[in-house]
């Protein structure tokens, strides 16, 4: 049984009030929220359930309150998600067929409705007076249910979950089931036998990535079976310094993913006609082993997406046609990811240069693919691309104006460098830090992370053949001189080949521009 309260019209224009709170420390509810987002990604990891096969989920502090909130796919019926939510939370009546009670509150006009449902802690039969309930709801943290849906947007319904601490096991089991089903799997494996949901969001999403991998399209951030692997921990304590770099991707990327409906607002308040400005294209500019990819990775982690790393040599191709369906195909393979994904385009200025006399047809085909598929983005997917370049300059001036932001990674300053070496030599000093810091002036993160890589292994060497004295109570760790010769030796050679790239080429030496013309004729 559901008990059911209706409310006027004109009540539906705000989200009921909830019960009035104690001060808590906003430290402490951030603190909650993301352990709630941990223990729900654990569930959901537990359970077996993919990445893709469920609604992007959000948890936030509202006030004194932590909530949890998702888009209900058009494909999910609302009503079948509130008998699942009230199968899962309401008190069992044995006396009405084993059946469930919760509180139900209904709001509904001509601009939008919603439901809040409020679990019940006990049952207390009491004299039956007009406009109340027989059942009542527990204390003023107790958790609350609000489905809203505006019928004067496009946007779709929502459901959120809002409780003033974390859930207990049992609400938590509710949302995970709820957001499966939602996903279209728990219908899949139901006992009552029913045909799947046409329009189920794991089956599209597992041809999308299936389709993408045949392609030769890398794919970080997805809950497969290789646990372990790096890419699955990475954060951006895994990316010292750059910490500008690091607050532009938060504001302009990561926050508009994980909080979209903040952006939104704020467009249908600002503009005539709704627009997202939520960003579509970004482009990260700097020299090789700066952080670009990895700070692309960081973004799909923590944004609970996966990140689509798409190489050069998938999309050049020797026949006619070919390299621009191809880039077309992983765009349109990541549209019908259901939360969308990253798109991650190394060396862009390969394929995308500007437009000149010298520029060949299928390069500039390719561009207007890319160009068209950035314009076409329909934002509400979630899909944005992060293209990398170290030659700006060379890249088509219609592509740059695409970008909604350009973040420049330069070569790490010598605090940032000292940074780094800290994360690969910890057991140096302070002093000896700074040290190795000067000597490896102009040099990137990546060629700071090599250097002490074969400082260690040229020290090991050593250690093998007795060239220098091993502690077996505590193993002898490189000295600060083995770093040091390591990357004095790295940046002769680094300087060596910016002397060679840097000289005038004979005719005979000169290397063409990439010819994808050339490449297709010869298929013909």
Aim: one cysteine or more; hydrophobic letters at 35%; aromatic letters at 6%.
């Amino acid at each position: 049984m559901i008990e059911t309260t209706y409310a006027d019209a004109d009540e539906v224009s705000s989200k009921p009030p909830l019960p009035s709170e104690p001060p808590t420390s906003h430290f402490n509810l951030e603190e909650t929220a993301k352990k709630e987002r941990q223990r729900i990604e654990q569930m959901l990891k537990d359970k077996g359930i993919r990445y893709g096969s469920y609604p992007r989920f959000t948890v936030a502090v509202k006030g004194q309150k932590v909530t949890i909130e998702f888009q209900i796919p058009p494909s999910c019926e609302v009503a079948q998600l509130v008998a699942n939510l009230v199968s899962h939370l309401g008190l069992k009546v044995d006396e009405r067929g084993g059946g469930s009670d919760v509180l139900l509150r209904a709001w509904d006009s001509s601009v939008a409705w919603q439901l809040t449902l409020n679990p019940l802690e006990k049952q207390k039969e009491t004299g039956v007076n007009e406009g109340h309930s027989e059942y009542r709801n527990g204390d003023e943290g107790d958790l609350c249910i609000l489905i809203f849906r505006s019928l004067i947007s496009s946007d779709k319904a929502e459901i959120e979950f809002i409780k003033q601490g974390s859930l207990n096991q049992k609400e938590l089991e509710a949302f995970v089931s709820a957001l499966e089903l939602a996903g279209g799997r728990f219908a899949q494996s139901s006992s009552l036998g029913n045909k799947p949901r046409e329009g189920s969001a794991q089956i599209p999403a597992q041809k999308s990535i299936s389709s993408l991998e045949a392609m030769g399209v890398r794919i970080y951030g997805l809950d497969a079976p290789h646990q372990n692997k790096p890419y699955n921990e990475i954060s951006w304590d895994n990316i010292a310094g750059y910490d500008q770099q690091k607050q532009e991707i938060e504001d302009t990327i990561l926050l508009a993913l994980n909080s979209p409906q903040v952006y939104d607002d704020i467009a249908r308040g600002t503009r005539q006609k709704f627009e997202s400005n939520r960003p579509r294209a970004v482009l990260f500019e700097g020299p090789p082993g700066t952080g670009k990819t990895s700070c692309a990775r960081v973004i799909a982690n923590q944004a609970g997406v996966p990140l689509l790393y798409v190489p050069l040599e998938i999309v050049v191709s020797k026949y006619y046609g070919e390299s621009e369906r191809l880039l077309g195909q992983v765009f349109s393979l990541a549209n019908q990811l259901p939360d969308g994904a990253i798109i991650f385009l190394d060396e862009v200025d390969s394929f995308a240069t500007a437009r000149g006399g010298e520029i060949h047809e299928a390069t500039r085909r390719i561009l207007s693919v890319l160009l068209r598929q950035i314009d076409g983005f329909e934002q509400d997917k979630k899909v944005v691309v992060i293209a990398a370049t170290n030659r700006k300059q060379d890249l088509d001036p219609a592509l740059i104006s695409r970008f909604d932001s350009m973040i420049v990674f330069g070569l790490p300053d010598e605090h940032n460098r000292q940074q780094i070496a800290a994360q690969y030599a910890k057991h140096l000093t302070e002093s000896e830090l700074a040290e190795l810091a000067r000597i490896t002036n102009e040099m990137s993160g990546r060629d700071i992370r090599d250097a002490c890589q074969q400082a260690e292994r040229s020290w090991a060497s050593k250690l093998i053949r007795g060239q220098a004295t091993n502690n077996k109570e505590q193993p002898a760790l490189p000295p600060l001189e083995e770093y040091i010769r390591s990357a004095t030796n790295r940046r002769q050679a680094l300087l060596s080949v910016a002397e060679q790239r840097n000289q005038k080429p004979s005719p005979r030496m000169k290397k063409p521009p990439l010819d994808l013309l050339s490449l297709q004729s010869t298929a013909l």
